[in-house]
Nanobody
Framework: QVQLVESGGGMVQAGGSLRLSCAAS????????MGWFRQAPGKEREFVAT????????YYADSVKGRFTMSRENAKNTVYLQMNSLKPEDTAVYYC???????????????????WGQGTQVTVSP
């Protein structure tokens, strides 16, 4: 069983930055693909970013490419999402997720993920 706890959300003005963290329990964290998803009010959950088990591969949604950076520190069982140049349309609850199939390079699909955090709210004002 893996538990994921997100932190770092908050309110920021457009153009600002936030860094989200996701701390994971479990001894096999380093083997897992990790992902970030978000869900805005009245919308479906959408893919934001994913990182491979070793941290060497990352993929981003077109809407955040060039502004967001995902990274991981396996020694700390933690992944991060650095969000720069935030826009009001980035407002959403952000979820961290883990795909427990080992040694993969990333996944865009929410059903591929086995474990989810509780989410952290990000609000970007105009």
């Amino acid at each position: 069983q893996v538990q994921l706890v997100e932190s770092g959300g908050g309110m920021v003005q457009a153009g600002g930055s936030l860094r989200l963290s996701c701390a994971a329990s479990g001894r096999t964290f380093s083997q897992y693909v990790m992902g970030w998803f978000r869900q805005a009010p009245g919308k479906e959950r959408e893919f934001v970013a994913t990182i491979g088990w070793g941290g060497g591969t990352t993929y981003y949604a077109d809407s955040v490419k060039g502004r967001f950076t995902m990274s991981r520190e396996n020694a700390k069982n933690t992944v991060y999402l650095q969000m720069n140049s935030l826009k009001p349309e980035d407002t959403a609850v952000y979820y961290c997720a883990a795909d427990a199939r080992p040694y993969r390079s990333g996944s865009f699909n929410a059903p591929d993920y086995d474990y989810w955090g509780q989410g952290t709210q990000v609000t970007v004002s105009p």
